[in-house]
């Protein structure tokens, strides 16, 4: 019974210690973030340096970030907004280099002001955070063209990182071959 109590309860606590922290690292993929620096990210979203006009009653502002590199952070973190204000919050989103994705729903969750052109696979609005800061944006009038094409789903289950189409063409592209080329350039 002494041995028991001296070798294998020892032996038992730290295999039981062992497979903890091996549940809590594959939890986190790997990355465990004890040290990672969260800040602060607060702005107001205005539209030719004026304050948001809606069409409807019920619209909605939808501000969200997403890293430039998926492959550090693949998270999508969604902003805490006050449509009326055009304000918004991020109270804890990691240091890093962000994309930023602005859409005004009206009415939502289909109709975009914007035609998706602030959308996340898109847009072209970037921020780097490494303390608590203020990242305003000011909207243009004229809209640039979207990319996304067509009208898409705006909602939770969106594709928010779906790679875009590649526009296809039926030319061909001529390549003249080296006898050809060495010809015309003997002529020249």
């Given amino acids: 019974m002494r041995t028991f109590k001296r070798v294998v309860l020892p032996a038992l606590g730290c295999l ?3 497979a903890l922290l091996a549940f809590i690292i594959n939890a986190y ?7 990672q620096r969260n800040c602060q990210v607060t702005g107001t979203v205005t539209r030719g340096g004026k304050l948001l006009e809606w069409k409807s009653d019920a619209p909605e502002l939808w501000i969200r970030f997403a890293a430039e590199d998926p492959k550090k952070d693949d998270n ?3 902003a805490e907004v006050d449509t009326a204000k055009g304000t918004y919050v991020v109270p804890k989103l ?17 109709d975009d002001l914007l035609s998706f052109s602030y959308d996340l696979p898109v847009t072209p609005l970037r921020c780097e955070v490494n303390s608590d800061r ?3 944006v000011d909207l243009p009038v004229e809209l640039p063209k979207s990319r996304r094409g067509g009208r898409g789903t ?35």
């Fill in 16 to 18: 039981l210690v062992a």
């Fill in 29 to 35: 993929g790997g990355q465990i973030p004890l040290f």
């Fill in 76 to 78: 999508v973190y969604r």
């Fill in 94 to 110: 990691p240091a890093g280099k962000y994309v930023v994705a602005v859409q005004l729903l009206d009415p939502p969750p289909f």
């Fill in 134 to 136: 203020t990242f305003d």
């Fill in 154 to 188: 705006a909602g939770p289950g969106g594709p928010d990182r779906a790679p875009q189409p590649k526009e296809k063409t039926d030319e061909k592209k001529e390549t003249p071959d080296k006898k050809g080329a060495a010809k015309e350039d003997e002529q020249k």
